[in-house]
């Protein structure tokens, strides 16, 4: 006899009506069956529906939808007939979520061990007396050091990682059947979100909970999953093994989410998907993702394909999917290059930030404030056209070398110049015009920099009235110009910000940036925010955009693969002390700093075979060593006492590339080798 299905969705319809009355579908006639301790992944780009079809496996719909048809089982009970009461009850409970930011879920003015209380009185039969104890447990399951030092802290004094495990082990509070999980590990540094994906795979193992994990990560997808359901425009176009949708994908969508991602191997940009994908309510009767489908014909213009089953298992929605591995992936440009030029563009001389301010008594002498710099000994020269990468962990100081070459934070010491000028002001206010100009920002998050009450039009007129002073007509050709130029067009100029995609919305940003005509562009997690297909198309902007006008990047990545698509030089920062730097070529192929690998073995593959290794404790370090290498504590081939009381000196590997190691270079990869051995994950 079949086993009943954990979680059972038949045929469910979910969507909003709009101003004109007419039925607009998020969710179209969506049928999945989880068994219990199954691991299925739910993917697809933004808006293909994929949180909407997880949070109504819980029977929670957003403000404005609604169910058009269909149902959704859970453990054989219809969740969307249940009362309010009845499904508090199971949520958290049986069925339990982890969102995308756990730091936002968490509540900020309660310490750990009182939000652990409540979820274990929400949703356990322990006895209140018994909670302090089980709330250790949890803790220690997921694997946070020290649990008492834990719950007697509140969640700002945690790392995004450390909240993270928090918020899995509130989940675990009720011992749940099944674990929805939106999103987990985005913005998280890829030694963190790798340490969090084998937590996963462990409980998964361990209790036999069903999980359900939306991400657009298809590297994390290939870790954790058994199961990937790819969804296009609110419905499951194919649903099969990891093995078979990541390594030989049916349909020719999944096809090219995957051609879309940039990899760790590969040097050259990622292929980007043509076009985007229908609004809600506009995909029509026809196959949805025709219009970007390099398979399509006059049937599937006309004819919605049934979703069928393959011999190899795999189940599609494609009329041609026996022609998907045909599909050639797109060559996108070969290894780029600098433009050459014996100026540099921007020098870094001696930098050094801190976030502390002076008490009273050290502004009355006009001393520094005595706590020890963020970031220091920051040397780099930035050439014109060349992209240069600062890579680390959360915390390692990446952002705050922006913000201080930005003028929002005022550097402790050290200089920042253009060739032959004059230093450029600590902060904006002490800027000209002209240096202002120079160096533009664009942020992770386009919503947190866009005027939400702005158009376009007038978010491009500001820079163009701050730096040339043009006149009303001259400013609007400026502007659709430069909307062209990013691959928009003059019709997006009376457009909201809330009118536009994430992507969209991207695009405007680094249209701005470019209206300033800068000779340096700082990215913050540009891409870190979209969807593969989206990310692909905007790191191709980027360079193309470098390469016509010789802009220097200085470009902050948690993605080391993103980082190894556009970079030309690669600067390693480990508690705001560069460890490794030179080009990314030879980086990528031979890191010789222990940090270095541990960072590159941490990266994920969409590759279902595909193994992490884990080379050093997912530990948070508040502040480095007092004397020695700051790295001592982790590293995985850590020398004793010269590692723990010296300063490493800077060794010169040849062509740029430089690491600071005490390990002699000779001795420094047979080293890192060993380690690799005896720590590999399998």
Not at 401 to 423: C, D, M, N, T, V
Not at 604 to 610: K, S, Y
Not at 624 to 644: E, K, T
């Amino acid at each position: 006899m079949a086993q009943e299905p954990m979680i059972d969705i038949r045929d469910l319809s979910v969507g909003f009506s709009g101003s004109d009355g007419r039925a607009r579908a998020v969710l179209r006639n969506i049928n999945l069956q989880i068994q219990a301790g199954q691991s299925v992944g739910l993917v697809g780009e933004s808006g293909s529906g994929k949180s909407t079809l997880a949070l109504a496996a819980m029977g929670y719909l957003k403000t404005g939808l609604r169910v058009f048809g269909g149902s959704a089982h859970f453990c054989g009970t219809d969740m969307f007939s249940l009362a309010r009461t009845q499904l508090q009850a199971l949520r958290g409970g049986k069925i339990a979520l982890i969102p995308q930011n756990s730091g936002q879920s968490l509540t900020p003015t309660m310490r750990i061990g009182a939000q652990m209380a409540e979820a274990l009185a929400l949703h356990s039969a322990l006895p209140a007396a018994a909670h302090g104890q089980r709330s250790l447990e949890l803790l220690q399951r997921v694997r946070l050091p020290d649990p008492q030092a834990i719950v007697a802290r509140y969640p700002h004094e945690l790392s995004g990682g450390q909240q993270q495990r928090v918020a899995i082990a509130m989940a675990l509070a009720g011992e749940p059947a099944a674990l929805l999980l939106d999103e987990p590990t985005t913005g998280l540094d890829v030694t963190t979100q790798a340490h969090i994906l084998e937590l996963l795979r462990e409980i998964n193992a361990q209790t036999g909970t069903a999980m359900v994990y939306v991400s657009h990560d298809l590297g994390a997808i290939a870790r954790v999953c058994d199961r990937v359901v790819v969804l296009y425009a609110g419905e499951v176009v194919a649903d099969g093994s990891v093995r078979s949708v990541l390594r030989a994908p049916a349909h020719p969508y999944a096809h090219g989410l995957l051609a879309s991602i940039p990899r760790l191997s590969d040097a050259r940009m990622p292929a980007a998907l043509d076009g985007r994908p229908p609004a809600p309510g506009e995909a029509g009767p026809a196959c949805a993702f025709a219009p970007r489908c390099a398979l399509a014909q006059e049937r599937c213009r006309s004819e919605r394909p049934a979703l069928r089953l393959l011999v190899t298992g795999e189940q599609v929605r494609c009329h041609f999917a026996e022609q998907t591995p045909t599909i050639a992936r797109a060559q996108s440009r070969l290894a780029r290059t600098a433009q050459q030029s014996q100026v540099q563009a921007l020098h870094l001389e001696e930098l050094g930030v801190s976030y502390a301010r002076p008490n009273w008594w050290e502004q009355l002498l006009g001393r520094a404030p005595s706590a020890s710099l963020t970031v220091q000994d920051v040397n780099l020269q930035l050439g014109p056209g060349e992209t240069l990468a600062l890579v680390g962990e959360s915390g390692s100081g990446k952002s705050t070398i922006l913000k201080a070459l930005a003028g929002l934070l005022a550097p402790a010491q050290g200089r920042i110049a253009f060739s032959h000028e004059a230093p450029l002001g600590a902060e904006v206010e002490q800027r000209s015009p002209a240096q202002l100009r120079k160096i533009q920002l664009i942020f992770q998050n386009p919503d947190d920099s866009l005027n939400p009450r702005h158009t376009v039009a007038q978010i491009l007129s500001q820079p163009l009235a701050l730096y040339f002073n043009l006149g009303h007509e001259e400013t609007v050709q400026r502007s659709i110009a430069l909307l062209e130029r990013v691959r928009l067009g003059a019709h997006y100029m009376d457009r909201l910000p809330s009118q536009m995609s994430g992507g969209e919305k991207q695009r405007v940003a680094i249209a701005r940036a470019f209206a300033a005509e800068p000779d340096v562009v700082l990215c913050d997690e540009v891409t870190s925010a979209l969807d593969v297909s989206v990310q692909a198309a905007v790191l191709d902007l980027l360079d193309e955009l470098r390469a016509q006008r010789g802009t220097a990047y200085l470009f902050v990545s948690h993605d080391l693969a993103v980082v190894r698509a556009l970079a030309h030089r690669v600067a390693v920062l480990y508690q705001g002390r560069f460890c490794e730097i030179g080009p990314a070529a030879p980086v990528y192929a031979q890191p010789l700093h222990p940090y270095t690998r541990v960072l590159l073995g941490a990266v994920l593959e969409p590759d279902p075979d595909h193994v992490p290794q884990l080379l050093a404790d997912d530990v948070l370090e508040s502040s480095p060593p007092a004397q020695g290498c700051h790295f001592q504590r982790r590293c995985p081939v850590h020398q004793g006492a010269r590692c723990d009381g010296e300063t490493p000196p800077w060794q010169d590997a040849g062509q740029g590339h430089q690491v600071r190691c005490h390990i002699p270079l000779a001795q420094l990869s047979q080293a890192l080798a060993l380690s690799t051995e005896t720590r590999h994950v399998g």
